[in-house]
């Protein structure tokens, strides 16, 4: 019975304390050999307390439309065994308004 977990995912983009023009933000990490699935969790604080992101996926680039400000986001991987590597390292990106883009909420009806 295989109970070796695999290595924590490398994270790749953005880069701790990266400054992207959203709202499309686009979260990158390393492949982990054997990983089956991988959690990926982002959140507007620290400690991770309420996850707006925590969900699985089979890929190693994730696309998300955020609002402006600042997150953190992790990621682990687990292997067709079940074994989980734990988190990778934490990072932190801030999300700025899209340049030459202004929005303006009307409520609707007038």
């Given at each position: 019975m295989d109970t070796v977990p695999p290595p924590a995912p490398v994270l790749e983009s953005p880069d701790g304390g990266e400054?992207?023009?959203?709202?499309d933000v686009t979260l990158r990490w390393e492949r982990v050999?054997?990983?089956a699935m991988y959690r990926l969790q982002v959140s507007m604080g620290e400690g991770f307390?309420?996850?707006?992101v925590d969900t699985e996926v089979s890929v190693t680039e994730v696309e998300l439309r955020l609002k402006e400000g600042r997150y953190w986001w992790r990621v682990g991987?687990?292997?067709p065994a079940g074994?989980?590597?734990g988190w990778s390292d934490v990072r932190d990106f801030v999300v700025l308004p899209p340049k030459g883009v202004i929005e303006i909420e009307v409520p609707w009806p007038p």
């Amino acid at each position: 019975m295989d109970t070796v977990p695999p290595p924590a995912p490398v994270l790749e983009s953005p880069d701790g304390g990266e400054e992207v023009e959203g709202p499309d933000v686009t979260l990158r990490w390393e492949r982990v050999e054997d990983a089956a699935m991988y959690r990926l969790q982002v959140s507007m604080g620290e400690g991770f307390a309420s996850a707006l992101v925590d969900t699985e996926v089979s890929v190693t680039e994730v696309e998300l439309r955020l609002k402006e400000g600042r997150y953190w986001w992790r990621v682990g991987a687990v292997d067709p065994a079940g074994n989980w590597s734990g988190w990778s390292d934490v990072r932190d990106f801030v999300v700025l308004p899209p340049k030459g883009v202004i929005e303006i909420e009307v409520p609707w009806p007038p």
